[in-house]
Every structure is written in C-alpha cells, then in structure tokens.
C-alpha cells in the first residue's frame, strides 16, 4: 500500500475555522522552520520579561502609556509641593518676630496641610521632603530663629531632624517634646560634636520621648543628662532645668578686637579690705606663722611634728608652661594636684595627694629652696583666718597670700597657703614639739609674681584696655637672646647700687623717679640704664615694669644688669 499522501495544505486552519476557535481575521499559522530568523542586535541582550522603556516605545502600548501619566498628575494634583502650598508668607502665622520663636507643633492638625492633601512631616506616608522645605523657609524669616518648637510630630527617626541642623545650625532652643525618639542614634543627626551643627544650642525640651523615659524610669537621669551634655556641650537647659556645669581653672583667651569694646566703671563698687582675722589672738597666728615659714625654709624635716598623723597635703601650680615651674611640677613623688591639668585618671590624683607626717616631709624635701622674708615689710603678706566648728570639732582655718624667693635663682614668686588648724592634743607629737596647733589640711598655690597691690587696702580699681596694652609692651631696644641669667640675691644687689658709679648715675636722676628706678634695679638686678628703659616703656609703673620683665628676662644679656 502505498504512503499517505501529504495532507492538503489549510486544511489545520480550515478545521479550525469550522470548530469556531479561530475567526477569520485572525492570522494563519505559520510554520516556524520556514520562517526567516530573527535577527538580533549584537551586544545586546534581550531577557524574559520586556523593560519599561520597551513598553513605552512600542506602538501597541499607547494605552498603558497615558495611563501612567495620568497616574502621576493625579498623584501630583492629589499631593502637591510644598513649595506651591506653603510659600514663606504661611509661616508667618506660626512666627513670633518679637521673641523669634516659630512654633511647628501638632503639624499633623495644620489647615493649610490638610486642605492641600499633604500628609504632614513625621506621619505615617509621609514624603521625606517635607522637612527640607519647612526649614529651609524658615532659615529665610526676619528676623532670624532662635526658638523652634516640634513638639507632638510623632518623629521618630533623626534623619527626620538632619535638615534642621543643616538650614538653622544657630538656633538656641528646640523643644523636641512627645516624641517617638528612642535611641542616642537617632539623637547624634543633630549632636553638636558629631556634625559641627546646632554648637550654640542653649536649651533642649525631650520630655516625652521614649528615649527619655526609659533613662529616667530605670534610674538613671544622671545618665541621661550626662549623655546630653556630651553631645551637646553648651546646654545650659534640659528639660526645662538648669544644668549645673564644674568648671577649672583653664585659661580662656579673648581676643583683643573684643577687648577694646569693652567699657566700664574705674573701681569695684566695694574697697579692698586690710587682712581679715577673727575669732582668735593674732599673736597666735603670727606665733605660728613665724615658726611655720622659717622652718619650711632651711629645716623641712622639722615640720613633721605639727603635721596631724591624718592630715593631708596637696600642691598645685598655675599656668605652668609659662611660669618656669618645671623644678615644681617634675616632683617625683606626686606633683602637681591641679585639676584642669590631671588628664591621667584616678591614680594621679591620688599619688598627689599624701596623706601623713612622713610622706608629705618627704614630698615637700624634694621642692626648690625657698625664702619666705616674714620678717620684713607687712604688705607683702594677706592673711584671713576665722574659727570654723565648735566644741571639740572647733578648729581654725588660715589663709596667707605672700611671696618668696626661690633658691638659687632667688627670683620671687607668689604663693597662696590655706591650713586647717586644730588645737595640739595633749601628749601629741606637736604638743611635744612646743607647737599651740597642729596641722589637719595644708595646701599650696604657687604662681608667677604678683604684685601685693592686689591686697592693698582701700579703692580696687578694674584693670583699663590701656594697662592690658602696657604689660604686653617690650623694651625700645631688643639684645641679642643669651642664656637666663639667675637674679642676684638682695645684699648684693645693694652692695653694686653703692658703687660709686651708680650713685653718680642716680644723682643726677630727679627724686620721684629715682626711687622707681632704685626699687626696680633691687627686685631685678638690672642696672640703671636698662631700669629706666623698662620703666618709660611701662609709663613708670614699677609694678608693669617687673611684669614685663618677668616676660623678657630669657633675652637679656650680661650687659643688662648690675
């Protein structure tokens, strides 16, 4: 039998024309192996599913096209920006120019917001430009914000906060009240030691926020504070409280531009006072202090019977890097107690504080000789002294403010001295010693020269731009820098400014200013020539003069003194 012949061709198309499942107009179906191949563009690869921009550039999807666009000018029409709803005269209801306080509290409940469809910044579908917009209005107010108020706007997230910092970095009080910010993260976007923004921020309000809550609540608003102030140092206000701030004794620079604005009254409203003791026998006072300071002077050792077995020593320096107090602060047992200089924790405050006769008698040996002249002139020393306590716990506090000669340069420094005095126990080391007290607490400030005019009884007068000016003047004429030459002990001095020479020099010099010059040359060494240099350049004031050169002693040569 022979083979099937080969079946009309349409008859598939015609079969299916009669069943109904294909119409007329439909195209036929085609057979694949006859078919041209598709050719496609090299480099390009083409995957399963067609790209958006394939869409949108094929003929047949002109529909799928307009109807995107009309999605988003619905989408645009339904929310428009906040640039076309909220122009900067919209703010000016929520903006108080007299305290300069813009209040964006409760934005959610805003009219203009609500009118226009804009869901408001902080609530849930929210646009992220929101933010930016508002602050960036608000940094074009006059005058300037100082005060803003985003008090109940559910922010939950820092990033929320970032464009504050960035259009409104001086503002100085933000109140961040009922909130939903839980975690120091969130609260860095905006920390002043992170990003430099927000540095003058002077009170936070964050009562409210979950963050808070839960430091307080778990006992630990110490805690809280202090993680506050660390990221935002200038705080003075939080939570509607006053921050109490410890500050040392660091030097603060202040520029001469600032200075010079400066005005005020001539003298204090109140007179310097003569040294002020009470409650006991100043024989006593001078008693002790003529036996303390001589002993402390050639015999340190000697003191161990008045120091108290439980009593406590410290020393402390000021302004060291420019006072020359190395032999001072290089003590090898313990130094220096000053607390704005103690970066090193815990254990250097305790290796300077000693505590018993025998460590502080051995601290105190290894200090730079000394020579506190008590004897001589009486205003070169302040003492204060009143009782503090009563009954058997009645014990007395001394103060001295002087000066003395450092050995063997003997130049002269300030000190200041406070004790705690108690009466000698009977059967004491310091009974035994003839001592009438003994010493509970001793501590020592030792300072660059000043003069004892700051103690002088009578008007305090404030210090004018003119002298500030005078104690930074040098001499007329620079000497070539040569090595520091040690200041000459006082009989010496005296012996050179009875030469015949000087004295003829000094003849010849009016009274008035050759007293200055003699009181100079005997607290310098100088000779009169460079007296009398250093003296015009400081208006005559023996005082400025010692001053300024205390500051240009290190550039003086032989030839400068006597």
């Known amino acids: 039998m022979a083979s099937t012949s080969s079946r009309p061709s349409g008859l598939a198309t015609r079969t299916l024309k009669a069943t109904g499942l294909i119409r007329e107009q439909d195209a036929t179906m085609r057979d694949a192996s006859r078919s041209t191949p598709l050719r496609r563009k090299q480099g390009k690869k083409v995957g399963h599913r067609q790209r958006t921009m394939d869409l949108l550039k094929s003929s047949g999807t002109s529909d799928l096209s307009n109807k995107m666009t009309k999605h988003r000018l619905t989408g645009t029409l339904s929310n428009p920006s906040l640039f076309e709803v909220l122009p900067i005269d919209k703010l000016v209801p929520r903006y108080d120019p007299a305290s300069m306080f813009l209040n964006l509290e409760n934005l959610a409940d805003d009219e203009l917001l609500k009118r226009n469809n804009i869901v408001a910044p902080g609530q849930p579908g929210a646009n992220h430009k929101e933010f930016p917009v508002i602050f960036k209005l608000a940094s074009q107010l006059q005058p300037p914000v100082e005060t803003i108020s985003l008090a109940n706007n559910n922010i939950s997230a820092g990033t929320h906060l970032v464009p504050l910092s960035h259009y409104l970095p001086q503002i100085r ?43 307080v609540n778990s006992n630990k608003p110490e805690h809280y504070k202090s993680g506050m102030l660390r990221r935002f140092p200038s705080l003075e206000v939080l939570d509607q409280e006053v921050i109490t701030k410890i500050s040392f004794d660091a030097p603060v620079a202040s520029s001469s531009s600032d200075s010079q604005k400066v005005s005020g009254p001539d003298f204090f409203p109140f007179q310097m006072a003569p040294s002020f003791i009470t ?284």
């Open 279 to 562: 409650g006991v026998d100043g024989s006593v006072i001078s008693g002790f202090l003529s036996r303390f300071f001589p002993l402390f002077d050639t015999d340190r050792t000697a003191l161990a019977d008045v120091y108290d077995p439980g009593m406590a020593y410290i020393q402390r320096y000021a302004q060291p890097a420019k006072a020359g107090l190395g032999p001072w602060i290089k003590n090898p047992i313990g130094g220096s107690r000053n607390l704005s200089a103690i970066k090193s924790g815990l254990e250097r405050e305790l290796r300077s504080l000693h505590t018993g006769p025998e460590e502080i008698i051995r601290t105190i040996s290894h200090l730079p000789g000394t020579n506190h002249a008590v004897a001589g002139a009486a205003e070169k020393f302040c003492i204060d002294a009143w009782p503090v306590g009563t009954g058997a716990a009645a014990m007395l506090f001394l103060c001295v403010h002087g000066e003395f000669s450092e050995a063997p340069s003997m130049g002269v420094r300030s000190f200041d001295r406070s004790f705690l005095l108690a009466p000698a126990v009977p059967g004491s080391r310091a009974a035994a010693a003839s001592w009438p007290m003994s010493i509970l607490s001793d501590q020592l400030t030792v300072r660059p020269y000043s003069s004892p005019e700051a103690w002088k009884p009578g008007p305090l007068s404030t210090q004018n731009i003119q002298n500030i000016q005078n104690n930074t003047r040098t001499f007329s004429k620079p000497v070539p820098s040569t090595p520091l030459r040690p200041a000459r002990h006082v009989p010496i001095v005296e012996q050179k400014l009875a030469n015949p020479a000087v004295q003829s020099q000094l003849a010849a010099i009016p009274d008035p200013q050759r007293s200055l010059i003699v009181s100079l040359c005997q607290r310098t060494s100088m000779n009169v020539k460079f007296a009398i240099d250093c003296l015009q350049n400081n208006e005559w004031d023996v005082d400025r003069a010692f001053t300024n050169f205390e500051q240009v002693k290190a550039t003086l040569g032989d030839e400068a003194f006597l």
């Open 173 to 215: 009080n933000l109140s961040l009240q009922d909130n939903k910010i839980k975690s120091w993260r969130d609260v860095e976007y905006i920390a002043g030691t992170k990003t430099k923004k927000l540095s003058v921020l002077r009170e936070l309000i964050f009562i409210g926020n979950p963050l808070r809550e839960s430091e």
